[in-house]
């Protein structure tokens, strides 16, 4: 049970950096930004490439980073500048990014076992196994990355972003360059998506063309999980919830397959999950509501 858990919370902690950046384009700019299960793949291959190759693992996650960066500009430009509806740039650049991958790696995956990783000094420094050290690894990043984010939506550009998501047309109105914003936090949102990428890529010892299958609808169940759970409070408890909330999805499919569900079935489980965490606030609201219309309820008191 405890090996369970430390690979569920490892595992978490990787994907929070991903729901962390489909946060970014969900929540903050209010797109649904498809690009993230191509750019998650893109990120794991460019690490894994780099290192096979004998590169630091560390270049791997700065060259996942970049090209994530670089995935982001591409479904920008498609969607201020062609003027391409954001769902359709994000699939069209997904779609590419298919093809891209494929190029960078050459083959269908690549493995990395027995060749060094981020992990590999941590172990090796704190006398601990790679589950404890992938979650050494995985709480740093999480902090740094939410203290960055922090820091960067209270300045003017990341206040713009946050305005551009909230009301564009008031934006504008406000001497906004919406087209600047909307491309900055895709840039933004795929980089972490690529990182995640990169760290899971590393974590797992390969890297797999598919592995970005489902992982939008993944970074979405764990941040509504978080908002659900901790509520829509600050900027940075929301953040933070984000961690959370792909912490706790990942204990959750842990011990349903624990429990004896067929792998096969994740992707269902995956989907009703989602379901869920979207509907109960709004039957959590029904029900206060119908509590306060009994008498005796609430406005009564």
């Known amino acids: 049970m405890q090996e369970i858990i430390i690979g569920a919370v490892s595992l978490g902690l990787l994907w929070a950096v991903m729901t962390i950046g489909v946060y970014i384009s969900y929540s903050v700019l ?37 090209c994530g960066m670089a995935a982001g500009l591409c479904n920008g430009l498609l969607h201020t500048k062609l003027k391409i509806p954001s769902l359709l740039s994000g699939i069209l650049t997904m779609t590419a990014l298919f093809s891209v991958n494929l190029h960078v790696m050459g083959k269908a995956n690549i493995s990395l076992l027995r060749m060094p990783t981020v ?12 589950g404890l050290s992938v979650i050494a690894v995985g709480l740093v990043i999480c902090a740094v990355i939410i203290g960055l984010l922090y820091w960067f ?11 551009t998501g909230n009301n564009p047309h008031m934006a504008r109105a406000q001497g906004i360059n919406t087209d600047r914003t909307i491309i900055i936090g895709l840039v933004l949102s795929n980089a972490l998506i690529a990182l995640s990428g990169a760290l899971i890529g590393q974590s797992q010892n390969y890297a797999d063309l598919q592995m970005g299958t489902g992982a939008i609808v993944i970074g979405l169940a764990s941040l509504f999980i978080g908002e659900v759970l901790f509520g829509k409070r600050n900027f940075f408890i929301r953040l933070s919830s984000m ?4 912490i706790i999805y990942r204990l959750i ?42 008498p005796g309820g609430p406005q009564d008191a």
């Not at 993230?36 to 693992?57: D, K, M, R």
């Not at 961690?243 to 792909?246: D, E, I, L, N």
């Not at 004896?260 to 989907?271: R, S, V």
């Open 243 to 246: 961690v959370a909330g792909a």
């Open 30 to 66: 209010g797109m649904a930004d498809m690009t993230a299960e191509g750019s998650i793949t893109l990120g794991a291959a460019v690490a894994a490439q780099t290192i096979a190759g004998g590169g630091s693992p560390y270049l791997g996650l700065l060259l996942a980073l970049l």
């Open 119 to 130: 992990y590999s000094p941590v172990a090796s420094l704190l006398g601990i196994d790679k």
């Open 153 to 163: 939506f209270g300045t003017e550009i990341g206040s713009a972003i946050r305005a």
């Open 253 to 294: 499919i842990a011990f349903v397959l624990k429990l004896g569900m067929p792998a096969d079935d994740l992707k269902l489980f995956t989907a009703i999950t989602v379901v869920l965490a979207l509907t109960l606030p709004g039957i959590k609201k029904a029900a206060q509501s119908r509590r306060r219309a009994l």
